[in-house]
T-cell receptor
């Protein structure tokens, strides 16, 4: 099956810093989503981004499908950004089996 | 409903007992997914339902696991003869499949935390 690798596995930032999270995948995909899991376990969809670039406030994401990677940018980080960031991909065209990466654990400190 | 609802939020059971976990998806979402997340780990796909199509059960780890869905509404995940290795958070998600904007975006419930003693 498709392999999804995320880096870095752990990241500690001071409030206000910027960061880039990376997701590499081993096969062509037609569905890629980024999620944030907060410290209470709730998963929130951030982006549906099989290709191109999207922005939502301080967050933006870029997927270069031909090179099999996606990047999540967090600018001016806040303590509420802490948690685990997952990318998930699907290559069957139906989102029937999103395969999740192992995640990047982010801690933002004051 | 407004979001994906899961129950119970917490379940503690003894090894060997059967458990049922329930998921109520967002109204109108024809696709429903179950995932398992062990402590500190990523999400493992278990099963996918889409409308009246045969479910994709390829992620179920053993024949002790089964799931049903009535039409496009509630789903139950049943684990028989629970083992300690079944301890995890079981997450349900729903979505609208298709090509339109906003389709295929998964909305997750808060999860059911299962502890097998």
């Amino acid at each position: 099956g498709i392999q999804v690798e995320q880096s870095p596995p752990d990241l500690i930032l001071q409030e206000g810093a910027n960061s880039t999270l990376r997701c590499n995948f081993s096969d062509s995909v037609n569905n890629l989503q980024w999620f944030h899991q907060n410290p209470w376990g709730q998963l929130i969809n951030l982006f549906y981004i099989p290709s191109g670039t999207k922005q939502n406030g301080r967050l933006s994401a870029t997927t270069v499908a031909t090179e099999r990677y996606s990047l999540l940018y967090i600018s001016s980080s806040q303590t509420t950004d802490s948690g685990v960031y997952f990318c998930a991909v699907d290559y069957t065209g139906t989102a029937s089996k999103l395969t999740f990466g192992t995640g990047t654990r982010l801690q933002v400190t004051l | 409903g407004a979001g994906v609802s899961q129950s119970p939020s917490n379940k503690v059971t003894e090894k060997g007992k059967d458990v049922e976990l329930r998921c109520d998806p967002i109204s109108g979402h024809t696709a429903l997914y179950w995932y398992r997340q062990r402590l500190g780990q990523g999400l493992e796909f278990l099963i996918y339902f889409q409308g009246n199509s045969a479910p994709d059960k390829s992620g179920l780890p053993s024949d002790r696991f089964s799931a049903e869905r009535t039409g496009e509404s509630v789903s139950t995940l049943t684990i028989q003869r629970t083992q300690q290795e079944d301890s995890a958070v079981y997450l349900c998600a729903s979505s609208i499949p298709g090509q339109k904007s906003g389709a295929n975006v998964l909305t997750f419930g808060a999860g059911s935390r299962l502890t097998v003693l």
